[in-house]
């Protein structure tokens, strides 16, 4: 399933470098959204769109920020790494239900 | 704050057997309950979900239970099967629609 796609599938990184995650998605949704993926803590929020000109903070928005291209591209940044960002991270949509779909993650290590 | 609390972390179900997995929340104007399965290196995909509107809701072999007055909601799996093995998260809507997550149950399959 290749509706929601992110980029890269892994990396690692130092300390202090910028990294960008992106999403792009053909479901043709308006709502995006970026979560954090750690064992025992399950999913968090970081920052999330309803549609080109909304962005939104989650609960753990700090360190990070996001830009929202287009109705179906939404990237994530990392301004300057630290290694408690190690983390999987997924986008997702969702339409008019509510169901989210997710990316398939990309897993982030900074050294 | 907010929050969902899921029980048990980890659930171990001989196959054949039933599995319950339990939520509860805080905030009383949640309105949906999802559930998301995750198999091991995979995205979460939505398995089931309930609104307020309704007490129970079924699906083949799984099924969710709602509790407002008590604010749980249950997810029940029966005749459990080698591929239900997998992560399930429970969320509670919050009132500006996000979700806020359960920490996860890893349920195993024993064969």
């Known amino acids: 399933d290749a509706d929601v796609t992110q980029t890269p599938r892994n990396r690692i990184t130092k300390t202090g470098k910028r990294i960008m995650l992106e999403c792009s998605q053909t479901?043709?949704?308006?709502?995006m959204y970026w979560y954090r993926q750690d064992p025992g803590l399950g999913l968090r929020l970081i920052y999330y769109?309803?549609?080109?000109?909304?962005?939104n903070k989650g609960e753990i928005s700090d360190g990070y920020s996001v830009s929202r291209q287009a109705q179906a591209k939404f990237s994530l940044s990392l301004e300057s790494a630290i290694p408690n960002q190690t983390a999987l991270y997924f986008c997702a949509t969702s339409g008019n239900t509510g169901e989210l779909f997710f990316g398939e993650g990309s897993r982030l290590t900074v050294l | 704050g907010e929050n969902v609390e899921q029980h048990p972390s980890t659930l171990s179900v001989q196959e054949g057997d039933s599995a319950v997995i339990k939520c509860t929340y805080s905030?009383?104007?949640?309105?949906?309950f999802p559930w998301y399965k995750q198999e091991l290196g995979k995205r979460p995909q939505l398995i089931i979900d309930i609104r307020s509107n309704v007490g129970e809701k079924k699906d083949q072999r799984i099924a969710v239970t709602l509790n407002k007055t008590a604010k749980h909601f249950s997810l029940h799996i029966t005749e459990t099967q080698p591929e239900d093995s997998a992560v399930y998260f429970c969320?509670?809507?919050?009132?500006?629609?996000?979700?806020?997550w359960g920490a996860g149950t890893k349920l195993i399959i024993k064969p």
């Open positions: 905030d009383s104007a949640s309105n949906y």
């Open positions: 769109s309803f549609d080109v000109k909304d962005i």
């Open positions: 479901k043709g949704h308006d709502r």
């Open positions: 969320a509670a809507s919050r009132r500006d629609y996000q979700l806020i």
